[in-house]
């Protein structure tokens, strides 16, 4: 199907932003044959994530393979965009907040997903460059991480290394985890999504699942894949049970080696690289919050995400963690 971009673009522009995230704003437009997505990038974000390949390029290559990913119409340069087909249907944080179980079907859905992704094999896909890791290397995949991790800790203006300080995140966090990483077993390579979360999900209305930005797509270690979904699913102790039970019926025997120890070192991982990259974000949302309650209930959460990184980023005890009422004192003097 050919659409105008041009024309799409323009009337996205005008309509705003209906859906956005930390590196695309989605806007949902009305083309000549239906609806479809708008997706513009949004301007120079700091990078948080690793970055392996164009999402148009992932979107292409995985067609014949995946089909629950949305099918792209159109990927330009003059102006910046894709345009997705549109997907009829609800989002999983709409529909089921954390805190609220899963229907089957979405929980039946991810187990499939996990395993189309697993099936996806690396001759299908763009080129991976040279300088990443090669198949199985399991620690050079999670060194990747653990330095995109340090970088971010490092990086940025005056003020967020101030809060670093003030909050007590280490200089370098990632120390006590790379030493872990050299102990991780060696397991085939996959393509992962690597961002699965409930507003990349949504129950279409024919009942099915699918799976929406593919932008930080990565070839790598796939119980990384698992973990970062748990993580940022926040499940009951069930639904991970029922979740990586469906993991483990989908992964090939050479994906799975260890992959229980494996798993909570990932975990790990997610806790202290939320706490990084959210000590900046949350900092900056606390900073333009419009009142006292709203400032103490973002507080309130930054100072969970710091609570569970501490064990991970000490290499021996538990460093004292800054209450709310210290977070918000730290913002206000180093958030302009």
């Known amino acids: 199907m050919t659409v105008d ?3 799409l673009y323009a009337e996205a522009c005008e309509r705003g932003t209906e859906l956005s995230g930390h590196y695309n704003r989605n806007v949902k437009v009305q083309a000549d044959t239906g609806p479809v997505i708008v997706r513009i990038r949004a301007g120079e974000s700091e990078p948080m994530d690793l970055r392996l390949w164009p999402e148009a390029e992932v979107l292409r290559a995985i067609a014949p393979w995946v089909k629950s990913a949305p099918r792209l119409l159109h990927a330009g340069t003059g102006p910046d965009i894709q345009v997705h087909e549109f997907v009829a249907g609800r989002r999983i944080d709409e529909l089921v907040p954390p805190g609220k179980p899963l229907p089957d079907a979405v929980l039946k859905g991810i187990e499939s997903f996990f395993g189309d992704l697993l099936r996806v094999p690396l001759s299908a896909l763009p080129a991976v460059p040279g300088h990443w890791p090669g198949d199985g290397d399991t620690a050079g995949f999670a060194e990747r991480l653990l330095g995109l991790l340090g970088k971010i800790r490092q990086r940025g203006h005056r003020g967020a290394g101030e809060l670093y300080e003030a909050l007590r995140v280490p200089d370098d966090p990632c120390g006590p985890l790379r030493d872990r990483a050299q102990g991780l077993a060696e397991r085939r390579s996959s393509l992962l999504h690597a961002d699965i979360h409930r507003k990349n999900m949504i129950l279409t209305d024919e009942g099915d699942v699918a799976f929406l930005d593919w932008e930080l797509s990565l070839w790598g270690d796939p119980v990384y ?9 926040s499940y009951s102790q069930a639904e991970r049970t029922l979740v990586t039970d469906g993991w483990i019926r989908s992964a090939p025997e050479e994906c799975r080696s260890n992959w229980r120890v494996d798993l909570d070192y990932y975990l790990a991982y997610e806790a202290v690289k939320s706490a990084v990259v959210d000590t900046v974000r949350w900092g900056r949302r606390i900073a333009t919050a419009h009142d006292a309650p709203g400032r103490r209930a973002l507080s309130t959460e930054l100072a969970g995400k710091l609570a569970a990184a501490a064990p991970h980023w000490a290499a021996e ?3 004292p963690v800054p209450a709310p009422e210290e977070i918000e ?3 206000a003097r180093c958030v302009t």
Not at 225 to 233: E, G, Q, R, S, V
């Open 5 to 7: 971009a041009v024309a």
């Open 225 to 233: 894949d698992l973990a970062d979904h748990i993580h940022k699913m």
């Open 317 to 319: 005890g538990v460093p």
């Open 329 to 331: 004192d730290a913002v």
